[in-house]
Protein backbone atom coordinates (compact mmCIF):
# COMPACT_ATOMS: atom_id res chain seq x y z
CA UNK A 1 0.00 0.00 0.00
CA UNK A 2 1.53 3.37 -1.06
CA UNK A 3 2.53 5.91 0.97
CA UNK A 4 0.77 8.29 -1.28
CA UNK A 5 -2.35 7.49 -1.21
CA UNK A 6 -3.13 7.99 2.23
CA UNK A 7 -0.88 11.45 2.05
CA UNK A 8 -3.63 12.76 -0.97
CA UNK A 9 -6.48 11.37 1.18
CA UNK A 10 -5.20 13.45 4.03
CA UNK A 11 -4.54 16.66 2.37
CA UNK A 12 -8.25 16.21 1.43
CA UNK A 13 -9.25 16.51 4.72
CA UNK A 14 -7.35 19.32 5.81
CA UNK A 15 -8.89 22.67 7.22
CA UNK A 16 -6.96 26.24 7.15
CA UNK A 17 -8.56 27.13 9.72
CA UNK A 18 -7.93 24.13 12.39
CA UNK A 19 -4.68 23.91 11.17
CA UNK A 20 -3.88 27.57 12.72
CA UNK A 21 -5.31 26.51 15.57
CA UNK A 22 -3.06 23.34 15.82
CA UNK A 23 -0.33 25.16 15.35
CA UNK A 24 -0.54 27.59 18.10
CA UNK A 25 -1.39 24.37 20.70
CA UNK A 26 1.24 22.01 19.65
CA UNK A 27 4.17 25.59 19.73
CA UNK A 28 5.70 25.42 16.16
CA UNK A 29 6.88 29.27 16.83
CA UNK A 30 10.21 30.13 16.85
CA UNK A 31 12.40 28.79 19.67
CA UNK A 32 9.09 27.07 20.89
CA UNK A 33 9.73 23.16 21.27
CA UNK A 34 7.57 22.36 17.84
CA UNK A 35 9.19 24.76 15.87
CA UNK A 36 8.84 24.67 11.73
CA UNK A 37 5.92 22.17 12.31
CA UNK A 38 3.30 22.05 9.71
CA UNK A 39 -0.16 21.29 10.47
CA UNK A 40 -2.84 20.61 7.50
CA UNK A 41 -5.91 20.92 10.12
CA UNK A 42 -7.30 17.37 10.84
CA UNK A 43 -8.78 16.05 13.70
CA UNK A 44 -7.74 12.89 15.54
CA UNK A 45 -10.59 10.68 14.87
CA UNK A 46 -10.29 11.41 11.01
CA UNK A 47 -6.25 10.57 10.91
CA UNK A 48 -7.11 7.08 12.26
CA UNK A 49 -10.09 6.28 10.41
CA UNK A 50 -8.10 7.19 7.32
CA UNK A 51 -5.15 5.40 8.69
CA UNK A 52 -7.00 2.14 9.21
CA UNK A 53 -6.94 1.53 5.63
CA UNK A 54 -3.79 1.27 5.57
CA UNK A 55 -2.41 -0.96 8.45
CA UNK A 56 -1.03 -3.22 5.64
CA UNK A 57 2.07 -0.67 4.77
CA UNK A 58 5.07 -1.81 4.66
CA UNK A 59 7.81 0.19 7.19
CA UNK A 60 9.72 1.29 4.22
CA UNK A 61 6.42 3.22 3.14
CA UNK A 62 6.24 3.84 6.72
CA UNK A 63 9.43 5.59 7.09
CA UNK A 64 7.92 8.21 3.95
CA UNK A 65 4.93 9.42 6.44
CA UNK A 66 7.29 9.94 9.27
CA UNK A 67 9.74 11.70 6.88
CA UNK A 68 7.14 14.20 6.09
CA UNK A 69 6.69 17.94 7.22
CA UNK A 70 3.11 17.71 7.76
CA UNK A 71 2.44 16.90 11.49
CA UNK A 72 -0.70 14.57 10.45
CA UNK A 73 0.92 12.51 8.06
CA UNK A 74 3.84 11.22 10.49
CA UNK A 75 1.21 10.68 13.09
CA UNK A 76 -0.82 8.38 10.52
CA UNK A 77 2.47 6.62 10.03
CA UNK A 78 2.96 6.19 13.73
CA UNK A 79 -1.27 4.77 14.33
CA UNK A 80 -0.09 2.30 11.60
CA UNK A 81 3.41 1.11 13.06
CA UNK A 82 1.71 0.60 16.09
CA UNK A 83 -0.82 -1.67 14.55
CA UNK A 84 1.88 -3.56 12.97
CA UNK A 85 3.85 -3.78 16.41
CA UNK A 86 0.64 -5.24 17.48
CA UNK A 87 -0.04 -7.95 15.04
CA UNK A 88 4.52 -8.71 14.59
CA UNK A 89 5.74 -11.82 15.92
CA UNK A 90 8.80 -11.47 18.23
CA UNK A 91 11.63 -11.24 15.30
CA UNK A 92 9.68 -8.69 13.50
CA UNK A 93 9.24 -6.39 16.92
CA UNK A 94 12.82 -6.07 17.34
CA UNK A 95 12.72 -5.06 13.54
CA UNK A 96 9.78 -2.19 14.76
CA UNK A 97 11.75 -0.89 17.76
CA UNK A 98 15.11 -0.17 15.91
CA UNK A 99 13.06 1.71 13.03
CA UNK A 100 11.26 3.21 15.89
CA UNK A 101 14.27 4.52 17.53
CA UNK A 102 16.15 5.94 15.05
CA UNK A 103 13.02 8.15 13.71
CA UNK A 104 12.83 9.63 17.40
CA UNK A 105 14.82 12.52 17.58
CA UNK A 106 13.66 13.85 13.89
CA UNK A 107 10.32 12.59 12.96
CA UNK A 108 8.85 11.48 16.16
CA UNK A 109 9.04 15.23 17.53
CA UNK A 110 6.19 16.40 19.80
CA UNK A 111 4.43 14.98 22.30
CA UNK A 112 1.15 13.86 21.01
CA UNK A 113 3.17 11.64 18.63
CA UNK A 114 5.27 10.74 21.47
CA UNK A 115 2.43 9.72 23.99
CA UNK A 116 0.14 8.45 21.10
CA UNK A 117 3.02 5.31 19.87
CA UNK A 118 6.06 4.64 22.76
CA UNK A 119 3.84 2.48 25.08
CA UNK A 120 2.46 0.48 22.46
CA UNK A 121 5.80 -0.04 20.81
CA UNK A 122 8.78 0.53 23.36
CA UNK A 123 6.60 -0.28 26.45
CA UNK A 124 5.10 -3.19 24.93
CA UNK A 125 8.47 -3.93 24.14
CA UNK A 126 10.76 -3.96 27.46
CA UNK A 127 7.51 -4.92 29.19
CA UNK A 128 7.63 -8.59 27.17
CA UNK A 129 11.62 -8.57 27.03
CA UNK A 130 12.14 -7.67 30.82
CA UNK A 131 14.88 -5.44 30.01
CA UNK A 132 15.13 -1.59 30.80
CA UNK A 133 18.59 -0.66 28.95
CA UNK A 134 16.69 1.35 25.95
CA UNK A 135 15.01 2.94 28.16
CA UNK A 136 18.00 3.97 30.51
CA UNK A 137 19.85 5.27 27.37
CA UNK A 138 17.06 7.27 26.34
CA UNK A 139 16.63 8.81 29.72
CA UNK A 140 19.93 10.27 29.35
CA UNK A 141 19.07 11.55 26.25
CA UNK A 142 20.23 15.63 25.40
CA UNK A 143 17.08 15.16 22.74
CA UNK A 144 13.77 15.83 24.27
CA UNK A 145 11.86 13.27 22.38
CA UNK A 146 13.84 10.61 23.36
CA UNK A 147 13.69 11.68 27.16
CA UNK A 148 9.88 11.90 26.58
CA UNK A 149 9.73 8.27 25.29
CA UNK A 150 11.91 7.08 28.18
CA UNK A 151 9.19 8.14 31.02
CA UNK A 152 6.30 7.75 28.97
CA UNK A 153 6.95 4.40 27.55
CA UNK A 154 5.94 3.36 31.08
CA UNK A 155 2.74 3.84 31.09
CA UNK A 156 2.26 -0.12 29.16
CA UNK A 157 4.45 -1.65 32.56
CA UNK A 158 2.30 0.44 34.97
CA UNK A 159 -0.95 -1.07 33.62
CA UNK A 160 0.24 -4.43 33.90
CA UNK A 161 0.52 -3.20 37.53
CA UNK A 162 4.79 -3.32 37.28
CA UNK A 163 5.54 -0.25 38.35
CA UNK A 164 9.93 -0.94 38.90
CA UNK A 165 10.86 1.27 35.13
CA UNK A 166 8.60 4.03 36.36
CA UNK A 167 10.07 4.86 39.44
CA UNK A 168 13.83 4.23 38.22
CA UNK A 169 13.15 6.66 34.89
CA UNK A 170 10.67 9.30 37.22
CA UNK A 171 13.97 9.46 39.60
CA UNK A 172 16.50 9.59 36.62
CA UNK A 173 14.55 12.82 35.25
CA UNK A 174 13.00 14.69 37.90
CA UNK A 175 14.92 17.60 38.03
CA UNK A 176 14.64 17.83 34.64
CA UNK A 177 14.82 21.26 33.15
CA UNK A 178 12.00 20.78 30.32
CA UNK A 179 8.43 21.65 31.29
CA UNK A 180 7.42 18.74 28.73
CA UNK A 181 9.40 16.07 30.76
CA UNK A 182 8.19 17.80 34.13
CA UNK A 183 4.26 17.04 33.33
CA UNK A 184 5.39 13.61 32.14
CA UNK A 185 7.06 12.48 34.74
CA UNK A 186 4.18 13.87 37.57
CA UNK A 187 1.39 12.13 34.70
CA UNK A 188 3.64 9.06 35.00
CA UNK A 189 3.24 9.09 38.86
CA UNK A 190 -0.04 9.73 39.30
CA UNK A 191 -1.00 6.70 36.94
CA UNK A 192 1.03 4.38 39.54
CA UNK A 193 -1.27 6.09 42.17
CA UNK A 194 -4.57 4.80 39.95
CA UNK A 195 -3.17 1.25 40.41
CA UNK A 196 -1.19 1.68 43.63
CA UNK A 197 -1.49 4.68 45.72
CA UNK A 198 0.76 3.71 48.62
CA UNK A 199 3.78 2.90 45.95
CA UNK A 200 2.92 6.73 44.67
CA UNK A 201 3.07 8.29 47.95
CA UNK A 202 6.35 6.49 48.94
CA UNK A 203 7.82 8.08 46.04
CA UNK A 204 6.77 11.53 46.47
CA UNK A 205 7.37 11.29 50.53
CA UNK A 206 10.78 10.89 48.93
CA UNK A 207 11.16 13.60 46.91
CA UNK A 208 8.29 16.29 47.46
CA UNK A 209 10.64 19.26 49.36
CA UNK A 210 12.46 19.72 45.81
CA UNK A 211 11.41 17.95 42.60
CA UNK A 212 9.42 20.61 40.14
CA UNK A 213 6.18 21.68 41.20
CA UNK A 214 4.68 21.15 38.24
CA UNK A 215 5.91 17.51 38.24
CA UNK A 216 4.52 17.59 41.78
CA UNK A 217 0.53 19.03 41.13
CA UNK A 218 0.32 16.36 37.88
CA UNK A 219 1.63 13.69 40.41
CA UNK A 220 -1.14 14.73 43.16
CA UNK A 221 -3.86 15.64 41.12
CA UNK A 222 -6.74 12.67 41.84
CA UNK A 223 -5.69 12.88 45.55
CA UNK A 224 -7.56 14.57 48.14
CA UNK A 225 -7.56 18.05 49.34
CA UNK A 226 -6.02 17.30 52.72
CA UNK A 227 -3.40 14.95 50.73
CA UNK A 228 -2.52 17.66 48.23
CA UNK A 229 -1.99 20.27 50.53
CA UNK A 230 0.48 17.76 52.59
CA UNK A 231 2.60 17.42 49.49
CA UNK A 232 2.32 20.54 48.35
CA UNK A 233 3.84 22.03 51.78
CA UNK A 234 7.45 22.33 51.79
CA UNK A 235 7.95 22.22 55.72
CA UNK A 236 6.14 19.06 56.16
CA UNK A 237 8.23 16.42 57.82
Known amino acids: MKASRLVKELF ?3 DEKQARIL ?27 ISSKYVEMDIDEIQKLLNSKFHEVRFAGLVILVKK ?24 NNWDLVDLSCPQIIGRYIFEKKENSILL ?3 QSSN ?5 VAIVSNLYAIRKSDFNNTLLIAEILLYDTH ?7 GWMLRE ?3 KDIETEKEFLKKYFKDMPRVSLRYAIERMD ?7 MNKENN
Open 179 to 185: DLINKAV
Open 137 to 139: KLA
Open 225 to 231: NKEKIYF
Open 23 to 49: SGFFKTGKGQYGEGDIFLGIRVPVIRE
Open 85 to 108: FEKSITNEKEIIVNFYLKNISHNI
Open 12 to 14: NSG
Open 192 to 194: VGK
Open 144 to 148: LWERR
